[in-house]
Every structure is written in structure tokens, then in C-alpha cells.
């Protein structure tokens, strides 16, 4: 029984993340192959150009290379306004009408209201065709009135898509240059996808290119003062591109300020057919300022009563004022990580032991002197039964340090050498001390929370269930919705889930750490001394988020499932980059970069296996139909995001690894308003999760 001493923590209460060195590569900086993109859409953003006469028009070439279909999907924000025309290679006019569509972008948890078109086409004629957009009925303050309204410098967005084999992969060329002031590459390839049938693209497996069919590969940037700028792509080998001519294009640019950056790598040409081609990819990345660096020495201290070795790892913080006195309560502001290696007693070889990781902030050290020359440090702990386990002693050395920005996982400062660690005497006595008492009762190879997760705070100790004195306080279900919604889908069913709480932040897009705290928060503000979490879509990576890393009222539910996800990207969505930009042009939320390809891998790589294995998430999809035959839930979305996929997320990108799939359902879809019913009004699954979920 799992009871509780006081309503709530003061402050946020970090967990301390150990694990064996067998895990050391899960917690590495992924390779950015593992975030790659591969889209079969050719996507632009345009603006309409305006004459003296008040008339707003954009044309553009739609390039098929398809005899199979093509579809062209048109999203403005005066959609009502706008006549379409597009004239095929031969001249002639084709009927739009007859092809045309309504549909939507989707927009958060609810019902979508940014509608778009859709023109869908079978066995068309391949080659070039015109289209042509004019705004009718509008004058020029009442178009300007409407734009306004739009969080983006473009007017629309033209996305086209062909039933062809010719797809772009692209991916960044590294995680460690996404700090202010760096050059950021990016590679991209045409790839044949039938040629590639076991590629694994969410293992970092990288495609076989094609060679010599691509005659133009350009990066668009857009930066965060709504400037584009276009960059050449070169296949030279000398932009980090490979070998030269091998089909993957390199290109770069200066990220000179903070802010998220909008990337679109764009390949034409003509394919083996004879055909033109025209493919892009769309990723957004978030650059962010360098704010510490790991400078100095290394210390270790002992916590003898819950026989902990606690590391200081001296770091220089470039920005001031975010320095933390001892024991203020403030949020982390990094995510931090290192492999601490011991020496083996007997071989006298140094050996790993075990990586820790938590959330931190810089710190004045405990060590300081008064006379003003303070170290100031982050800390971090290891139980000492990793020694035992590794049957080694110190001197440590620790190695890979790492410190990621904590709202995008990007890391800002690393140190991969060994550095030594500075430990006293009487530290080392002690140390010895508690392994020679805990050798006889340690069970080797088993991993009980407090290896794995730190010491729990005290109104989370687990105390005797006849202990009168300490109360278990109000027990809660907490459901939790995603990215940039108008509601809390879960309120439909309400009838089904006992003692419900709907946490609603609306229309906000935040990062998976800043969603977390305003959970606790919520959590506390309603008196939810306990309570288990049930989350769709990002609230489902969010509610795995809190449990990695936060000690809250979640560790408090003992018996049943902890965390639930219904329909959550745990591995990114492919389509996030572009999605932000339409989002924007929509006057909707924006950028989420946590939910990107990039963004999640860099977060996967911080979530303890430990934490996985108590996820159980469940995943949809829609069934076959539609004009193509293979099925949909948004036409839209469909275009631009792996198949299959439930609108909005994508059944490859779905898992998490290492948690629990429960299911996967054939025939539902992420939000109302799709070809198949939502997800999360499935009344029996909904009875099921309620009935799973954990209780103190």
C-alpha cells in the first residue's frame, strides 16, 4: 500500500535514473538516421500575387509522373474564395469539379474546422500541368483582414502526391549542431521504395539511392523572422554528402538565432521511366542558445543512508541568472546523462558500472567555500548496489557526459573522454563500508525502483498498510489530451472512467516537459493525492514523460497500469514539419518539435527501459477503401504521412519501444470528423483502459 503523508511535493521532485551498462547505447546521442524522413509529395507554400486591379493569383507546375493517380490538395485561408483551373500537357482544361473533394487539416483532439480540397485523379496522363489559382469576390482589406489572422509569412499550401515508387529520404547530419550560431546540414536521396522492401525505416537503416536522376536538389530555409532563403544541394562529397555522384545530396546553413527553423529539401529530375519528378521533404528543428558547457572537475560525496553515491560535474553556465542556489525550487533546465566506470576489485581494471540521468539545473556545489570562488556544478546519483553488481571500486571515471536543453532534447554541452573523479578518503571508506554490507543480500542481475529510479520522496514512501497514522488520501483518474486541441476528447465518454479528472490546456502547444509540470500541477491543484494517467495522443507521451522523470502522485498507484496511450506518436510524426507550417497559415498552434521525427528520437533516447516496460498503449488505423483502394482517414494526411496511419498518427511511428502494445484496431481514426469513427470513443476499450488502470 502506497500512502500519503502530505497533499503534495513543495516543489518538483526529480527521479535519479540508473541502468546497466548493456543499456549504454539506448542513451547515446542517436544517429540521425533513426529521425529520417521519406515522403512520396511534392509540398509548396506560396503566396498570391497581386496586380493593380485588386486581383489575387498564384500558379505553379503540378509535376506527375504517375500513369497510376496523383492527387493535388489546395489549403488557403480564403479556400471559399478561390477558382482553381489546371490545364493538362496537352492543352486542355481539365474539370476540376469532377475531381474535387472537401476535406481537412486536422487540428488537436476535436473536430477540425480548416477545410481544404482534394482533386484526386486515376490512370491520368503524365507530364507537366498548369495550375492556377485566382481569389474572386474579395477586396484587397478584406483578403488583407483574413491573412492577418495567419501566424505564417505564406498564403497557402499546394501539396501533390504520386502513386509512384520515386521517394525522398532525407535526414539531418547531426544532433550536436543545433545550438545557435551552427551550421546545420541536412542530406537527402531519391530512393525506389519497390528496390527497398525491407527497409526498416524506424531502425536508422538508410535506403539504396539512384544515381544520375537528379538534375536540381535545393534547401529551403524558412528562419524564425519568416525569412526564406534557398540553398544549393551538392552530391560533390564534400558537404557531407558520402562519396561523390552516390545520389545523396548535402547542403547547410547558419543558424544565426534562436528559434525553430523550417527545412525543405526539394529533388527533381527525371527518373529511370524518362519521367519528371518532383519530390520534397518538410522538418522543423529547433535551434537553441548554448547556455552551460561542462568545464571542470568531477567530485563524488556519499549518502550513506540510502547508500547513494551522489556526482558533481562542475559546469560553467554562460547565462547567469538561471543559477539555483542550494535547495531553491526551480524547473530543471536539462536533461543530463553520463556512464560511470569503476574499478574491478581483484583485475584492478576499470570497468563500466552504470549510466545515471536526470532532470537538473546548475547548482552551487555542496563542497563550495564561502570566500566567493563557489563551484557551481549539476549533480547526479547512483545506487551503490551498481558497484556491487559490477563488483568494482573507486576511483570512477565518468564518461559521455551529456546535457540536453530540456524543452527539445537538443544537447547543448558533452564530454565523451573519461574525466576522473575526485573522491576523499573518508568518502572511500564509507563507500567500501556499505558494499562489503550489502554484498550478502544484493540479488545480482535484479533491478528493484530504487536502482532504477532514486529514493523516493517522503510522501510517496511505502509504508504498512495497518499504519493508521498516515492516510491515503483522494485517488484519481487523470485523462489528458493532445497537441493543440479546442477540448478534452476523453469528456464524450466520461460515463466510463471512475473518478475522472479532464485536465484542458487549449489551443497551447508545449513541449513534452512543460506539459508534464502543468500536469502535476493540475494534479495538485485538484487534490489528486494519487492517480493513474490515461493520455491521447501527445498526452499519452506526456503521461510516460512525468513517469521517467518526475516522482508525483503517478508512483503513488501501485497495483495496475500506470500509464495508458491511446493513438500517441512515440517515435514522431513524419508529417510535423509541414504540419506546423500549415498550422501557422491556419492561425493555429504551430511548431511542436518534441513531436517531430528528430525531436522524438532525441527524447527516446533519455526514457529508461524501466520506465517502457510500464507503458501499455494502444494504436489505430484505418481500413481499406477510398479511390485508390488502400484505405484512408484524411485524404489530406494521408498524403504526407507513412501509411498506414489513423489521419494523424503513423502505425510505424506508433510503439513505443519497449512498452506494452495492447492492440491495434482496424477501422478507427484519431480525431471526429474522419472517414472512420475516433479512437477514443471506443466504449469497450474505454472500460477496458478504466478498469486497468492503477489503483493505490
Given amino acids: 500500500v502506497v500512502a500519503v503523508v502530505g497533499l503534495s511535493a513543495t516543489a518538483y521532485e526529480y527521479k535519479q535514473l540508473n541502468g546497466p551498462p548493456s543499456e549504454f547505447d539506448d542513451h547515446r546521442i542517436p544517429s540521425t538516421s533513426k529521425g529520417a524522413l521519406f515522403q512520396s509529395t511534392f509540398n509548396r507554400l506560396f503566396t498570391f500575387d497581386s496586380n493593380d486591379f485588386g486581383t489575387f493569383t498564384h500558379e505553379q507546375d503540378v509535376v506527375v509522373d504517375s500513369s497510376s ?7 488557403t485561408p480564403v479556400l471559399l474564395n478561390t477558382n482553381v483551373k489546371m490545364v493538362d500537357p496537352s492543352g486542355a482544361v481539365v474539370d476540376m469539379k469532377a475531381h474535387q473533394k472537401e476535406t481537412f487539416w486536422p487540428v488537436g483532439d476535436g473536430t477540425a474546422e480548416d ?16 495550375l492556377s489559382l485566382t481569389v474572386n469576390g474579395m477586396s484587397v482589406q478584406d483578403f488583407e483582414q483574413v491573412m492577418e489572422k495567419s501566424n505564417s509569412q505564406a498564403h497557402g499550401a499546394v501539396l501533390v502526391w504520386n502513386e509512384s515508387p520515386e521517394t525522398i529520404y532525407s535526414q539531418l547530419q547531426s544532433y550536436t549542431a543545433l545550438i545557435e550560431g551552427d551550421d546545420v546540414g541536412i542530406n537527402a536521396g531519391l530512393y525506389n521504395s519497390k528496390e527497398n522492401k525491407n527497409l526498416v525505416k524506424n531502425k536508422g537503416v538508410v535506403p539504396l539511392f539512384l544515381k544520375g536522376v537528379v538534375s536540381d536538389a535545393t534547401l529551403t530555409v524558412r528562419f ?80 550513506w543512508r540510502n547508500n547513494r553515491v551522489v556526482f558533481e560535474v562542475e559546469v560553467e553556465e554562460l547565462s547567469k541568472e538561471k543559477l539555483q542556489s542550494e535547495g531553491s525550487p526551480m524547473t530543471a533546465s536539462y536533461q543530463a546523462y553520463m556512464e560511470v566506470s569503476a574499478t574491478q576489485l581483484f583485475s584492478n581494471k576499470v570497468v563500466p558500472v ?34 556491487v553488481e559490477a563488483k568494482a571500486l573507486p576511483p570512477f571515471q565518468l564518461n559521455n557526459i551529456v546535457l540536453k536543453e530540456v524543452n527539445t532534447f537538443n544537447p547543448v554541452s558533452e564530454s565523451l573522454s573519461a574525466r576522473s573523479v575526485s573522491v576523499s578518503d573518508d568518502v572511500a571508506a564509507a563507500i567500501n563500508a556499505s558494499m562489503h554490507s550489502l554484498t550478502s543480500s ?88 494519487t492517480f493513474a494517467l490515461i493520455g491521447h495522443s501527445q498526452g499519452g507521451i506526456v503521461s510516460t514523460h512525468i513517469l521517467n522523470y518526475y516522482w508525483s502522485g503517478l508512483d503513488g498507484s501501485e497495483s495496475g497500469r500506470r500509464v495508458q496511450a491511446l493513438g500517441s506518436p512515440f517515435q514522431g510524426n513524419s508529417g510535423a514539419g509541414m504540419w506546423a507550417e500549415v498550422l501557422k497559415l491556419l492561425g493555429g498552434c504551430g511548431e511542436n518539435t518534441d513531436l517531430s521525427r528528430d525531436g522524438s528520437e532525441l527524447w527516446l533516447s533519455g526514457l529508461s527501459s524501466a520506465t517502457a516496460s510500464q507503458v501499455y498503449f494502444y494504436t489505430t488505423q484505418y481500413d481499406k477503401g477510398g479511390l485508390f483502394g488502400k484505405g484512408y482517414c484524411d485524404m489530406l494526411t494521408n498524403s504526407v504521412l507513412k501509411s498506414p496511419n489513423d489521419g494523424v498518427t503513423e502505425s510505424e511511428y506508433a510503439p513505443l519501444p519497449g512498452g ?17 469513427p475516433a479512437s477514443f470513443l471506443n466504449e469497450k476499450r474505454n472500460t477496458e483502459m478504466n478498469a486497468a488502470a492503477a489503483r493505490p
Fill in 115 to 130: 477545410m481544404a480540397y482534394i482533386y484526386s485523379f486515376k490512370n491520368p496522363v503524365v507530364g507537366t500541368y498548369k
Fill in 69 to 75: 493517380g496523383f492527387t493535388v490538395s489546395l489549403l
Fill in 660 to 676: 506494452n502494445h495492447v492492440d491495434n484496431f482496424v477501422g478507427e481514426c484519431h480525431i471526429e470528423g474522419m472517414n472512420w
Fill in 354 to 387: 552504470a549510466w545515471t540521468s536526470a532532470l537538473v539545473s546548475p547548482t552551487a556545489s555542496s563542497s563550495s567555500s564561502n570566500d566567493g570562488d563557489a563551484k557551481t556544478v549539476v549533480k547526479m546519483e547512483m545506487d551503490l548496489r551498481w558497484l
Fill in 442 to 529: 544484493h540479488v545480482y542481475g535484479v533491478y528493484d525502483e530504487q536502482m532504477r529510479f532514486g529514493v523516493r520522496p517522503q510522501y510517496l514512501q511505502k509504508v504498512s498498510a495497518n499504519n493508521s497514522s498516515v492516510s491515503a488520501g483522494q485517488h484519481n483518474l487523470l485523462l489528458l489530451h493532445g497537441y493543440c486541441t479546442g477540448k478534452n476528447p476523453w469528456v464524450a465518454s466520461k460515463n466510463y472512467f471512475d473518478e475522472g479528472l479532464y485536465f484542458l490546456d487549449a489551443q497551447q502547444s508545449r513541449s513534452h516537459d512543460e506539459f508534464s509540470r502543468l500536469v502535476i500541477d493540475f494534479a495538485g491543484e485538484n487534490s489528486a493525492d
Fill in 224 to 303: 524564425p523572422n519568416g525569412s526564406f532563403i534557398d540553398y544549393p544541394m551538392h552530391d560533390d562529397g564534400l558537404h557531407s554528402d558520402g562519396v561523390a555522384n552516390d545520389g545523396m545530396f548535402g547542403g547547410d546553413f547558419n543558424a544565426d538565432s534562436e528559434g525553430v527553423y523550417f527545412m525543405q529539401s526539394t529533388l527533381s529530375g527525371t527518373n529511370e521511366e524518362g519521367n519528371a519528378f518532383l519530390r520534397s521533404t518538410e522538418s522543423a528543428v529547433s535551434i537553441v542558445k548554448k547556455t552551460v558547457d561542462i568545464s571542470g572537475d568531477a567530485s563524488a560525496d556519499f549518502d
